[in-house]
Structure formats: structure tokens, C-alpha cells
């Protein structure tokens, strides 16, 4: 298949919000650049349909992830603003569901430059508590290069919409939460296992889609990866906390 063909058929599963089935193994994406290629045809086919870009995410962000997956550095997608969502989620709808992760979102109050330090990124930014659902359009998880050829299986991103000024350096890394479902803690973890401190991925989130899409635009949100380890996404009643940060709550029914 050619890229443009896998893109394509990306896109007719995200479009109809089904699943299809994976690459054939001859097909399969062999690197970084051709997987952010594949990525680009994608998102270019769901803003002709009228998406508008609104942000982005880093994927990966802690030691143990890079590890499993052999990479020196995270994975990248943009986020539009039909990655947003409010209320709750079901697999009926979004058959791709796999993962739950809770995150710290940073959202832009001026236009960031594509050089910007972590305190120019500090200082430009305000943050609330987001949770993300990664979800893929193929039946089974892939390799990294087929994960970002998807948009980094993004998609389902919720925010409190309760956003407060972006703290100090030492204190972005030292944020505690906590995932609960149907009543107990299954997860929990702190911001300094986001690439040690989550603007360093904010950092790099803005490189990435300078360098692949547009400016990071005022009002735009990048989600910073995950505090705590992964969690399977399976039916159930799901609270989220970041001590000092926010609260949330939704289901996932089938």
C-alpha cells in the first residue's frame, strides 16, 4: 500500500468509527519520517472535512513507555477539536478505546514561540487536569510507527475546564493523582514521570508541530502525557484527581 492508501484507510475507519484491520507486515510503516508523512495525509483528509486544529499531544513521556517502545524521544500528533469530548464515552461509539491516561493540560493564553524555553512556555500557559482515551482505528495496538501513522491514536481528550496559572518549574514536576474505577484506586502517580517535569513535553509538542503543522495559536491546549501508569480501558465508573488541580468524573459503558 502507499501512504496515501494507508492514510485513506485511516481515515474511512475514523470517519465511520469503525475498525479496520491492520497493516499487512509488507506494509508496514518502517520509520519515524514516513509515519509523520502518513500522519499529515490523515489530518489534512479531517480538516477538509471541516475539523479546526485546537492543540496537541505528546505520547510516550515517561521512562518505562520509551523503553517498551525503543524510542530516544516521545511521539507527536495535533488534536482537533473533535479529540474533545464531555460527558460519558462507550465502545459502541469508539470501538478503538484502549487506553485511560490521566494528564495535565497546558493551554495557550498568547501565541508560543517555536523556540520557547520551559519558562517562556511556564509563563505563556495556564494548566488544568485533563484525562485522555487513546483510540485507534485498528483492531489490535501496533508497532510506534503505525501508533503515530494514526495520530498517535488520539481522541477523547476531557479537560476541567477549570484552568489556573501555569506554577513554577519545580512545582509543575511535583503534582500527585490518582485514577479510581467503580469506587477503588487503580492507579496513581506524580507529574515528575512526564519527561521529569511535564513542560519539557509541552517543549517538545510545540517543536513537533511547528515543525509539522502551524504555530502553537492563544487558546490552543497540549496535553502532556500521562502521571500515571496506563490503564486498560474497560466498562466501569472512572474518577480522576490531581491533588490541587481538579476532579472528574465519566462512565464507559459498552
Known amino acids: 500500500m502507499t501512504h496515501e492508501q494507508i492514510a485513506e484507510k485511516l481515515?474511512?475507519?475514523?470517519?465511520?468509527?469503525?475498525?479496520?484491520?491492520n497493516l499487512a507486515e509488507e506494509d508496514s510503516v518502517k520509520t519515524s519520517e514516513e509515519a509523520y508523512k502518513i500522519q499529515q495525509m490523515f489530518f489534512e483528509k479531517r480538516i477538509k472535512m471541516g475539523e479546526k486544529i485546537s492543540?496537541?499531544?505528546?505520547?510516550?513521556?515517561?521512562?518505562?513507555?520509551?523503553?517498551v517502545m525503543n524510542l530516544t524521544e516521545p511521539f507527536f500528533a495535533p488534536l482537533t477539536d473533535k479529540d474533545f469530548f464531555t460527558g460519558d464515552l462507550s465502545f459502541s461509539k469508539c470501538p478503538?478505546?484502549?487506553?485511560?491516561e490521566l494528564e495535565i493540560a497546558f493551554r495557550a493564553v498568547c501565541d508560543i514561540p517555536a523556540d520557547a524555553s520551559a519558562d517562556e512556555i511556564i509563563k505563556n500557559t495556564e494548566i488544568a487536569m485533563a484525562v485522555e482515551v487513546p483510540t485507534r482505528r485498528t483492531e489490535k495496538p501496533e508497532k510506534i510507527n503505525d501508533l503515530i501513522s494514526d495520530c498517535g491514536c488520539g481522541g477523547n481528550v476531557y479537560y476541567v475546564?477549570?484552568?489556573?496559572?501555569?506554577?513554577?518549574?519545580?512545582a509543575l514536576a511535583s503534582y500527585s493523582g490518582r485514577v479510581y474505577l467503580d469506587g477503588k484506586v487503580v492507579a496513581q502517580g506524580t507529574s515528575d514521570g512526564v519527561l521529569d517535569n511535564p513542560v519539557n513535553a509541552v517543549m517538545y509538542a510545540n517543536k513537533m508541530m511547528n515543525?509539522?503543522?502551524?504555530?502553537i495559536k492563544k487558546g490552543m491546549v497540549i496535553i502532556s502525557g500521562s502521571l500515571t501508569p496506563p490503564l486498560q480501558a474497560v466498562?466501569?465508573?472512572?474518577?480522576?484527581?490531581?491533588?490541587?488541580?481538579?476532579?472528574?468524573?465519566?462512565?464507559i459503558t459498552d
Not at 481515515?11 to 484491520?21: G, I
Not at 492543540?55 to 523503553?67: E, F, H, L, N
Open 55 to 67: 492543540g496537541a499531544k505528546a505520547g510516550a513521556t515517561s521512562k518505562v513507555a520509551m523503553k
Open 235 to 251: 466498562k466501569g465508573e472512572y474518577k480522576f484527581e490531581i491533588d490541587n488541580l481538579g476532579t472528574a468524573e465519566f462512565k
Open 161 to 170: 475546564n477549570s484552568f489556573i496559572p501555569t506554577p513554577d518549574f519545580e
Open 96 to 100: 478503538g478505546m484502549q487506553l485511560v
Open 11 to 21: 481515515f474511512e475507519a475514523y470517519k465511520n468509527s469503525t475498525l479496520t484491520e
Open 211 to 215: 515543525k509539522l503543522y502551524t504555530p
